[in-house]
Every structure is written in structure tokens, then in C-alpha cells.
């Protein structure tokens, strides 16, 4: 099992371009999940789909769209990058349900650059 | 407002040696809490969750308490290892709600 896969690892973009960040996951997770986390800030929620066919906004969803494909897939678009998106991304998936100690396992991160 | 708060925000030891990381939280009403390492370049990876009827769980060389009527946490780590250099994140689960509460995490730096 691979987990949590995140494509691409790295990106530079120019301030005003788009791109998508990929995510996918193959433990059959119901729910999956989209944070940034920037120096000196703790982990923030952009977006998340407690299911498929359903997404939320989180914490800091201003700029920032999202997709889920299917049970597997969650992207998140960015449709005018700005300086203030630089950071590291990360993807994370869970069992959804009312379970108390239901654990998020997390993808490796896509670290974006916006110049 | 909820908030986790971590201390110190770095630490370095010396192999071998023991550390305590302290969390103390504000999220309210409480449903559990994890502690997170995070290696360079990583995702964060679960090492405990404790819920509210917990006071100790182990993993390892990592213990982790929970005083949940004053709101801490520590994270106990045992005879270091150079691969414990790593951030530790503390967060907070708040009941009935799908979103955590991320502490900025300590930078723990072991050295030979």
C-alpha cells in the first residue's frame, strides 16, 4: 500500500498562473483532507470531503478550489496563484464516522512556490 | 477561542539523554488528543491519540499524558536517538467537529 500520494513534490509558479496539486489515496478512506502549513503556523484546513461527493470549506479556503474525483482522488486548484500561497501542502485521509480515535494519515507534501 | 500552544518551540539533546515536550490546549468540548512527528520534508505521522478517559499511552520509547481537567499534555521521549530530530505536533480534536487543532509543533534536534 502506498498510502497518501501527493503529485507533483515541487512547484514554482508565477503570481496569477494555475495549477492543481493531485492527491490520492488506497486505504479506502472515506474522508480526505487538504492543509497548508506555513513557518511558525500550525497545520491549517483549506478544504475536506467527509465523503465522496461531498466537500466543505476549512479554516483558510479563500483562493483555493476543490474536486473529489472519486473515493480515491481530491485535488486542489489553485486559479490565481498568489505570493501568499506559498507554502507546503498536504493531503490527508481518514475513516469518517463518529469514532473517537479515528487517525489521518498524511501524503508527503507538495511545496509551492508563488514568485 | 481554541488553541493548542506548544513548549518550547526548540529543543536540542544530546543522545541518549530524556525530554519532555508540553502542550496545553483550549478546545473545547474535548474529544482526543495526538501527538504528530514530522521529519524534514515529511508528513506528519501519528505516534499517540488519547481520548479523555486516558491518562498514559506509550509507543515505544514515546509516552504521552493527558490532564484533561487542566488541559495538558506532555510527550515523554526516552534514551534519544539522532532519528528522533524531528518537529513534534500536538492536536486537538474537538467533539462532533471533522476539523483538528494544529499546534506549531516542537523542533526537537538531537545531536551526537
Known amino acids: 500500500n502506498a498510502g497518501v500520494t501527493q503529485t507533483p513534490k515541487f512547484q514554482v509558479l508565477k503570481t496569477g498562473q494555475s495549477m492543481t496539486l493531485q492527491c490520492a489515496q488506497d486505504m479506502n478512506h472515506n474522508s480526505m483532507y487538504w492543509y497548508r502549513q506555513d513557518p511558525g503556523m500550525g497545520l491549517r484546513l483549506i478544504y475536506y470531503?467527509?465523503?465522496?461527493?461531498?466537500?466543505d470549506k476549512g479554516e483558510v479556503p479563500n483562493g483555493y478550489n476543490v474536486s473529489r474525483l472519486n473515493k480515491r482522488e481530491f485535488s486542489l486548484r489553485l486559479e490565481s496563484a498568489a505570493p501568499s500561497q506559498t507554502s507546503v501542502y498536504f493531503c490527508?485521509?481518514?475513516?469518517f464516522g463518529t469514532g473517537l480515535t479515528y487517525e489521518q494519515y498524511f501524503g508527503p507534501g507538495t511545496r509551492l512556490t508563488v514568485t | 477561542k481554541n488553541q493548542v500552544e506548544q513548549s518550547p518551540q526548540s529543543l536540542i539533546i544530546l543522545e541518549g539523554k530524556n525530554c519532555t515536550l508540553q502542550c496545553n490546549y483550549t478546545v473545547s468540548p474535548f474529544s482526543n488528543l495526538r501527538w504528530y512527528k514530522q521529519d524534514t520534508g515529511r508528513g506528519p505521522v501519528s505516534l499517540t491519540i488519547m481520548t479523555f478517559s486516558e491518562n498514559t499511552k506509550s509507543n515505544g520509547r514515546y509516552t504521552a499524558t493527558l490532564d484533561a481537567d487542566t488541559k495538558q499534555s506532555s510527550l515523554h521521549i526516552t534514551a534519544s536517538q539522532l532519528s528522533d530530530s524531528a518537529s513534534y505536533i500536538c492536536?486537538?480534536?474537538?467533539?462532533?467537529?471533522?476539523?483538528?487543532?494544529f499546534g506549531t509543533g516542537t523542533r526537537l534536534t538531537v545531536i551526537p
Open positions: 490527508a485521509s481518514s475513516e
Open positions: 492536536v486537538v480534536r474537538k467533539t462532533g467537529a471533522n476539523n483538528l487543532f
Open positions: 470531503s467527509a465523503s465522496e461527493g461531498t466537500t
